[in-house]
């Protein structure tokens, strides 16, 4: 895909799994990338795998749950790269496993903090930018459990179904702007956050999949691309399902 020679790409949580992938994957098809995340020798290793590879890349810390280091994120990102085409805000946690009634404002704060207003932080301050140089593309990662509930994770299930409502409301306010919004809603995918989800036992999880396996990062990744690319052209306001098949049961 020639058409990301030249752009500039943004991962949030891009040290570890689905972000790492689409991180590398943006490099492969020629963009210049902007590894985020809050921990700087997980981002930084992403960085050295770009290099390695002969990609452009460079670290930003930030915690997305930090209006601050969103703004700087930002700023710094144009100051290196003079422009910011693509986003992928990926950045996000599982939280603690309890009913809702054992979720304290605490927990309930924590991971609402990080998956839901990290999200809407980013946008707001990447929005900004796009408007200034007449357009961009963002990609948003929600998950199934922002089309379906799931026991036990009521704030990453309310952060994720509210995803894809600031997803449908940002792509409505910026559809004549150039700048297109979208979502990705993962199933059960093989990274670091699943492994500590099943406490190491992944696969017992693939006999949930109709798919009967796992998904992997790179398959979430394509459709990231994808999305950021003019083969979706007209695609805006929308969640795509990534999921073997989980949601039609
Ligand atoms: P992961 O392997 O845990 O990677 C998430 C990355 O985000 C980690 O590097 C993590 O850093 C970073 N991060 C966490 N909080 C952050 C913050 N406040 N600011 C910046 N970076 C932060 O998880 P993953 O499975 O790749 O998940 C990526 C996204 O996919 C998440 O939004 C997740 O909800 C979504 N998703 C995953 C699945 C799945 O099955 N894996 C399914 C549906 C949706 P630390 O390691 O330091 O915490």
């Known amino acids: ?31 210049q990338v902007v590894v985020s995340d809050q921990d700087e020798t997980s981002g930084q290793g992403t960085v050295n795998m770009i290099r390695e590879l002969g990609g452009k890349s460079t670290f930003i810390k930030c915690n997305v749950a930090v209006e601050a280091e969103v703004q700087e994120l930002i700023s710094k990102t144009v100051k290196e790269y003079g422009r910011l085409d693509c986003v992928f805000n990926n950045a996000g946690i599982e939280g603690k496993s309890q009913t809702i009634n054992e979720c304290t404002r605490e927990s309930w704060d924590t991971t609402v903090s990080v998956d839901l207003t990290g999200v809407w932080l980013c946008m707001k301050y990447e929005i900004e930018v796009m408007q200034k140089f007449g357009g961009g593309k963002i990609v948003n990662c929600s998950s199934i459990a922002g089309i379906i509930g799931f026991e036990n994770l009521s704030p990453y299930v ?30 059960v995918i093989e990274t670091p956050m699943l492994r500590r989800f099943t406490q190491g036992d992944v696969e017992s999880m693939a006999k949930e999949v109709p798919m009967g396996r796992i998904g992997q990062p790179n398959e979430i990744a394509e459709t990231v691309i994808w999305l950021c690319s003019d083969k979706s052209s007209y695609i805006t306001g929308q969640a795509i399902i990534i999921d073997g098949g989980w949601t039609s049961k």
Do not use: D
């Open 1 to 31: 895909m020639e058409e990301f020679q030249y752009k500039v790409a943004l991962i949030t949580g891009a040290g570890s799994g689905i972000g790492r992938e689409t991180a590398k994957m943006f490099a492969k098809y020629g963009a």
């Open 158 to 187: 309310a952060s994720k179904h509210g995803i894809i409502g600031l997803t449908k409301t940002a792509a409505l306010e910026f559809a004549k702007k150039g700048i297109r919004i979208n979502a990705v809603c993962p199933g």
